[in-house]
Each structure stands twice: as structure tokens, then as C-alpha cells.
């Protein structure tokens, strides 16, 4: 039987009020905080324990970090980039990762960071998910 | 500076991306589990599979 908007649970219409954007935005600013938002601490920390090590590992390979947009390649890496949030903030200011793919293993890390970055988006719409309802 | 061989770099993506796969396409936490095992198997057994397809045209 489907359940009605006027039958919500008390733990439902406690988790639909709000700012509805704010799990979405704090996933991608800071992984795994989309899901600390909604109480759902043991995901939460499975993703940010991934999403971090994956991009930590990608920095400790010397990978590059997209900082420009010059074709399309680049500007493609630069939006996968983006997606690590703050991460990818940090990582400018202080200066780490490469400029240049110098040897093999930095193109795994840039693989890493790229990656790093879609997969933090993709947790951040699963948090936006369950809070609008569409995933328990 | 870390550097693994291709095969860890592998193993290591292939454990990240299981994880995030598992918990953000299922809803149940059984189902996340045996679906972040079974991206894990995909991911490693394809490079394997590829692999030994790469060796083989090579030769």
C-alpha cells in the first residue's frame, strides 16, 4: 500500500524539513557530510573514508591537478576535478599534486583525483536522494 | 612519493569505487554489500581478463 503524504512518519516529516539542498551541497563540499547530515553516519563515513583515500592516494602518486581549461580534454578533467569539493580547494592553495604527468604512476593519480571527484558527486546526489524521499 | 605497481593501482580503485558504488545503488545494507562484492569482481576480474586478451594479440 502506498504511503500518502498526509500518512508521513514522525522520523520522515523530522527529515523533510529543512534547507533541501543542504545534504547535496555538504556532500560535495566535504565528502561524506551529506549523508552526516541525515544521520546516516556509517555510510557517511564509508564514503568519506573512500572518496579521501582515493584522492589522497591520487596526491601521493603525484597526480595533476586540472587548474585550467585550455581544450577539451583538460576542461573535462577540470569538471571531474571539481568534484572533490574542498579537497580540490586545499590541494591548489597547497600547492600539491603535479603540473605535468612526469611518470606512469602520476597518470594513475590523476586517474585517482578525476575519479575521486565523480564518485563525491555521485554520493552527493544519493544523499540528496534520501532526503527528498526518493531512497530510504 | 607512492608508487604502486598497475596491478595494486588496480585492486586499490577497484575497492574505492566498489565501496561508493555499494551504498549509493542499493537501498538495504545487505544489498550494498553483496553489490559493492560484485563491482569489486567485475572491476578486478575484467583488468585480469583484458590482461591476459593483451598478452595473447601481443604475442
Not at chain 1, 23 to 42: D, N, Q, R, T, Y
Amino acid at each position: 500500500m502506498a504511503t500518502t503524504p498526509n500518512k508521513l512518519t514522525a522520523a520522515q516529516k523530522e527529515t523533510r524539513q529543512g534547507f533541501v539542498y543542504l545534504p547535496l551541497i555538504a556532500g560535495w563540499l566535504v565528502p561524506g557530510a551529506g549523508h552526516f547530515v541525515l544521520g546516516k553516519w556509517v555510510r557517511g563515513t564509508l564514503l568519506a573514508v573512500s572518496i579521501i583515500s582515493m584522492f589522497a592516494l591520487g596526491i601521493a602518486m603525484q597526480g595533476k591537478i586540472y587548474s585550467g581549461a585550455h581544450d577539451i580534454l583538460e576542461m573535462l578533467g577540470l569538471v571531474g576535478d571539481l568534484g572533490n569539493g574542498l579537497l580540490y580547494v586545499v590541494a591548489r592553495v597547497l600547492g600539491l599534486g603535479a603540473d605535468q604527468v612526469m611518470v606512469t604512476t602520476a597518470d594513475y593519480g590523476r586517474a585517482f583525483i578525476v575519479v575521486a571527484g565523480l564518485l563525491n558527486v555521485i554520493a552527493a546526489v544519493d544523499a540528496h536522494n534520501i532526503r527528498t524521499g526518493r531512497k530510504a | 612519493m607512492f608508487r604502486p605497481d598497475h596491478f595494486t593501482a588496480v585492486l586499490l580503485f577497484a575497492l574505492f569505487a566498489s565501496v561508493v558504488f555499494g551504498i549509493t545503488q542499493r537501498d538495504t545494507p545487505r544489498r550494498m554489500v553483496r553489490f559493492g562484492i560484485y563491482c569489486f569482481v567485475l572491476f578486478a576480474g575484467s583488468a585480469i581478463v583484458l590482461s591476459w586478451l593483451m598478452f595473447l594479440i601481443a604475442r
